[in-house]
């Protein structure tokens, strides 16, 4: 019998395409396993992730036994993957079709083009659509010659082709055919509503798609291009960076955490979340990591989308919301198996109602960068953004559910707290560098106050370390932000006694854990791979480049070939855990590189 281990590829043999609307994983064997279309929130078209047997999956592979090789076109995210068999040598271009302008208006299309590069190649393929989750066989009807709809539910898929297509049963088609060196051959999937297919739509034709092909390769280019960053890790930057893009939502601006669902963060165990939502706290590190290489329109972006998503106030405000500015995002979960039989499958997340004193801070502090960069804060936005420096100001002194949204009591967690300040002291910035009204006698002693009361509480005086939450001696890694946001300075004697204990306690073989301590929640997870880039950041800001080289170069290595990074890391097993690619590794990725550069420019 195959395990489920056998059966699901790791997660690291996975590339990631998209469109600024949608998103898909493709295996190294040719298979997209997860796919949602037309947004990468929406429930999924191929799901095969997360339930092998029922998911569904649309695979091109050669018949026989063979060999491949990936890699992205330089500076797009059009992959290509190249198979080598015995008889011969094709490649496959995968790719989510843009267009300049395309931001409303997008194709919705999915591109795969097969070419031949090298004597024959006999390929076969597969296309097993599920929608909803794999709740939803599709009712599969063929029109034009090479023109095939799946619909059922509120999705629908047409699907054209070079090749002869044959409908396998009801549901599902397949084909096989050969390529030869110079040959191409094209399939199309694009996402419809169902009522747009029922009159069969016209096949976009061969010339057509490879305008496509190139329009998209031109438009990432340009797009990349626009990166400024040298150095060494140069490279990796980049590909940090169009990952990021592929995680925004281009018409509201928003970013997602992550393109997946209920990847586990321990093998087998339930801490599986959904993560393709955008929480302000992550989208604005995202906003910070490319304005700092030279991407600022998606700042901007962000910005509006949040004060949208608020409704212009801080009673409204939540800490993260749909890529479309949904504020409803429940919780439920699927009866699926499970990536490697890890239940349950959730879709949802109910963390949308926590309490998460940090947004306060984020946003201000999104705010402040924005005005920075030679932005003026207009009335309305300034009325928005003095009733959150006020909220932070009242609701400092409650405990709530911090930034790893703990799903137990609230505590009094030190980050949270030093968010507050930072909401205050970015609220007083902007008031006397815009000249705007504020009551700055209020917020002052808010922020002196709040200052006082972490130093005395939030700080261990045997150790003379910055600790976890109120009157504990517990660490968490996400001290290591309190210099990013000037709480302390980097060089601070008590932030470089912080970082040390960090690195020592939270250590899981080169790599940081979040924190140590019981969370209610079963299982050992793995390192969290945004919390060593944060120790790198740190250790770099302190003069101790080699040290901060090495944890680097530790967390690098946990990419896949792609430049990929997951949310965590099994240590033990040497594999990736959680939702993946994690726009918070990637941005932290790109924020450790700056550090070092900085450093090593010094």
Same mark, same amino acid.
């Given at each position: 019998?195959?395990?489920?281990?056998?059966?699901?590829?790791?997660?690291?043999?996975?590339?990631?395409?998209?469109?600024?609307?949608?998103?898909?994983?493709?295996? *190294?064997?040719?298979?997209?396993?997860?796919?949602?279309?037309?947004?990468?929130?929406?429930?999924?078209?191929? =799901?095969?992730?997360?339930?092998?047997?029922?998911?569904?999956?649309?695979?091109?592979?050669?018949?026989?036994?063979?060999?491949?090789?990936?890699?992205?076109?330089?500076?797009?995210?059009?992959?290509?993957?190249?198979?080598?068999?015995?008889?011969?040598?094709?490649?496959?271009?995968?790719?989510?079709?843009?267009?300049? #302008?395309?931001?409303?208006?997008?194709?919705?299309?999915?591109?795969?083009?097969?070419?031949?590069? /090298?004597?024959?190649?006999?390929?076969?393929?597969?296309?097993? @659509?599920? &929608?909803?989750?794999?709740?939803?066989? @599709?009712?599969? %009807?063929?029109?034009?010659?090479?023109?095939?709809?799946?619909?059922?539910?509120?999705?629908?898929?047409?699907?054209?082709?070079?090749?002869?297509?044959?409908?396998?049963?009801?549901?599902?088609?397949?084909?096989?055919?050969?390529?030869?060196p110079g040959q191409r051959v094209r399939i199309s999937l694009q996402s419809l509503r169902p009522e747009q297919l029922d009159g069969f739509p016209q096949p976009v034709g061969p010339e057509e798609l490879d305008g496509r092909l190139d329009e998209t390769v031109a438009w990432w280019t340009t797009w990349t291009n626009q990166i400024?960053? +040298?150095?060494?890790?140069?490279?990796?930057?980049?590909?940090?960076?169009?990952?990021?893009?592929?995680?925004?939502?281009? @018409?509201?601006?928003?970013?997602?955490?992550?393109?997946?669902?209920?990847?586990?963060?321990?093998?087998?165990?339930?801490?599986?979340? +959904?993560?393709?939502?955008?929480?302000?706290?992550?989208?604005?590190?995202?906003?910070?990591?490319?304005?700092?290489?030279?991407?600022?329109?998606?700042? $901007?972006?962000?910005?509006?989308?949040?004060?949208?998503?608020?409704?212009?106030?801080?009673?409204?405000?939540?800490?993260?919301?749909?890529?479309?500015?949904? /504020? *409803?995002?429940?919780?439920?979960?699927?009866?699926?198996?499970?990536?490697?039989?890890?239940?349950?499958?959730?879709?949802?997340?109910?963390?949308?109602?926590?309490?998460?004193?940090?947004?306060?801070?984020?946003?201000?502090?999104?705010?402040?960068?924005?005005?920075?960069?030679?932005?003026?804060?207009?009335?309305?936005?300034?009325?928005?953004?003095?009733?959150?420096?006020?909220?932070?100001?009242?609701?400092?002194?409650?405990?709530?559910?911090?930034?790893?949204?703990?799903?137990?009591?609230?505590?009094?967690?030190?980050?949270?707290?030093?968010?507050?300040?930072?909401?205050?002291?970015?609220?007083?910035?902007? $008031?006397?560098?815009?000249?705007?009204?504020?009551?700055?006698?209020?917020?002052?002693?808010?922020?002196?106050?709040?200052?006082?009361?972490?130093?005395?509480?939030?700080?261990?005086? %045997?150790?003379?370390? &910055?600790?976890?939450?109120?009157?504990?001696?517990?660490?968490?890694?996400?001290?290591?932000?309190?210099?990013?946001? =000037? &709480?302390?300075?980097?060089?601070?004697?008590?932030?470089?006694?912080?970082?040390?204990?960090?690195?020592?306690?939270? +250590?899981?073989?080169?790599?940081?854990?979040?924190?140590?301590?019981?969370?209610?929640?079963?299982?050992?997870?793995?390192?969290?791979?945004?919390?060593?880039?944060?120790?790198?950041?740190?250790?770099?800001?302190?003069?101790?480049?080699?040290?901060? *080289?090495?944890?680097?170069?530790?967390?690098?290595?946990?990419?896949?070939?792609?430049?990929? &990074?997951?949310?965590?890391?099994?240590?033990?097993?040497?594999?990736?855990? #959680?939702?993946?690619?994690?726009?918070?590794?990637?941005?932290?990725?790109?924020?450790?590189?700056?550090?070092? *550069?900085?450093?090593?420019?010094?």
């Amino acid at each position: 019998m195959i395990s489920e281990r056998t059966r699901y590829p790791a997660i690291g043999d996975y590339a990631v395409i998209g469109d600024c609307h949608s998103a898909a994983l493709v295996s *190294r064997q040719g298979s997209i396993d997860w796919c949602c279309m037309p947004r990468l929130d929406a429930a999924s078209v191929f =799901g095969r992730l997360l339930d092998w047997d029922h998911g569904g999956h649309y695979v091109i592979c050669p018949v026989d036994d063979y060999e491949t090789s990936r890699s992205y076109l330089e500076g797009t995210l059009v992959l290509e993957t190249v198979f080598r068999a015995a008889s011969g040598e094709a490649r496959v271009l995968d790719c989510f079709t843009m267009r300049e #302008g395309g931001r409303d208006q997008p194709h919705h299309q999915l591109l795969r083009v097969v070419e031949g590069v /090298r004597g024959t190649v006999d390929l076969e393929l597969g296309f097993a @659509p599920r &929608f909803d989750y794999g709740g939803v066989k @599709p009712w599969l %009807r063929q029109g034009a010659k090479g023109v095939f709809t799946s619909v059922g539910g509120n999705d629908g898929l047409v699907c054209t082709s070079d090749v002869d297509l044959e409908p396998i049963d009801s549901h599902d088609l397949g084909a096989c055919f050969t390529v030869r060196p110079g040959q191409r051959v094209r399939i199309s999937l694009q996402s419809l509503r169902p009522e747009q297919l029922d009159g069969f739509p016209q096949p976009v034709g061969p010339e057509e798609l490879d305008g496509r092909l190139d329009e998209t390769v031109a438009w990432w280019t340009t797009w990349t291009n626009q990166i400024s960053f +040298d150095g060494p890790d140069a490279p990796g930057v980049h590909a940090s960076a169009v990952v990021l893009k592929a995680l925004t939502n281009a @018409p509201t601006g928003a970013i997602a955490a992550a393109v997946t669902t209920s990847l586990p963060e321990v093998p087998g165990g339930e801490r599986n979340w +959904d993560y393709r939502y955008s929480w302000i706290r992550d989208s604005n590190f995202t906003v910070r990591a490319l304005a700092d290489i030279g991407c600022v329109a998606e700042a $901007a972006a962000f910005r509006r989308f949040i004060e949208r998503s608020a409704a212009g106030n801080s009673e409204s405000l939540q800490i993260m919301y749909g890529i479309g500015g949904e /504020r *409803r995002l429940t919780e439920i979960e699927l009866d699926l198996d499970g990536y490697r039989g890890s239940r349950p499958v959730r879709v949802g997340n109910e963390a949308a109602g926590q309490t998460q004193l940090d947004v306060y801070g984020e946003i201000l502090d999104l705010a402040w960068r924005w005005h920075r960069r030679g932005h003026s804060v207009d009335d309305d936005y300034w009325r928005f953004l003095s009733s959150l420096v006020d909220a932070a100001a009242e609701a400092w002194m409650h405990p709530d559910n911090g930034m790893w949204e703990w799903r137990g009591e609230p505590r009094h967690f030190v980050q949270s707290k030093a968010m507050c300040w930072v909401a205050v002291d970015r609220g007083l910035r902007l $008031a006397e560098e815009c000249l705007r009204s504020a009551p700055k006698r209020r917020w002052e002693s808010a922020r002196r106050e709040i200052r006082a009361h972490i130093e005395k509480h939030g700080y261990h005086r %045997r150790e003379r370390i &910055f600790v976890r939450a109120y009157d504990s001696d517990e660490l968490d890694a996400s001290l290591l932000l309190l210099p990013v946001f =000037g &709480f302390v300075d980097w060089s601070d004697e008590r932030m470089v006694r912080t970082t040390d204990a960090i690195r020592e306690r939270l +250590d899981d073989n080169g790599l940081i854990r979040r924190y140590t301590d019981d969370d209610g929640l079963p299982g050992r997870e793995g390192a969290f791979l945004a919390c060593s880039f944060w120790l790198v950041e740190c250790l770099a800001h302190q003069g101790r480049v080699q040290e901060a *080289r090495a944890a680097f170069d530790r967390a690098v290595s946990t990419s896949n070939d792609l430049g990929l &990074f997951s949310e965590e890391f099994d240590t033990g097993a040497g594999e990736m855990l #959680g939702n993946f690619p994690q726009g918070l590794t990637h941005l932290s990725h790109i924020a450790a590189a700056a550090a070092l *550069r900085a450093a090593d420019q010094f």
